[in-house]
């Protein structure tokens, strides 16, 4: 006879219960650690705004791809908004019926008085 496999009792499934939500809350405190690691490198305005997760996200891609605009086209653009120009490529590319992309990075730069 074969015999059929014990559910396990009312104490191993509190055990391993207890365990899964352990396994849970380590995940879920690694990933707000590391949120908070993202929300330091990402500049904000006000600087001690909170950003929720999904801004956080959002911002954090935004920049990236300013960063990488910056670095494509130099700190030296004329209009100090290489995100601008990267998008719209020269003054005689742009359609005047598009509406002007800002770089939220870009504008907050132009409001400091740096030259980008």
């Known amino acids: 006879r074969r015999k059929l496999p014990r559910k396990p009792g009312p104490m191993v499934m509190v055990k391993q219960r207890q365990a899964a939500n352990a396994r849970e809350r380590d995940r879920t405190q690694s990933v707000n650690t590391a949120f908070t690691a993202l929300r330091t490198l990402i500049p904000t305005e006000p600087v001690d705004r909170k950003l929720s997760k999904i801004e956080t996200l959002r911002l954090a891609s935004s920049y990236i791809s300013h960063l ?18 990267a998008i719209y490529g020269a003054k005689g590319d742009l359609d ?10 870009c504008l907050s730069n132009q409001r400091k008085g740096v030259s980008r």
Not at 68 to 85: I, R, T
Not at 96 to 105: A, D, L
């Open 68 to 85: 990488a605009n910056v670095l494509l086209l130099g700190e030296g653009c004329e209009d100090g908004q290489p995100c601008f120009s």
């Open 96 to 105: 005047s019926k598009q509406p002007r992309s800002i770089c939220t990075f």
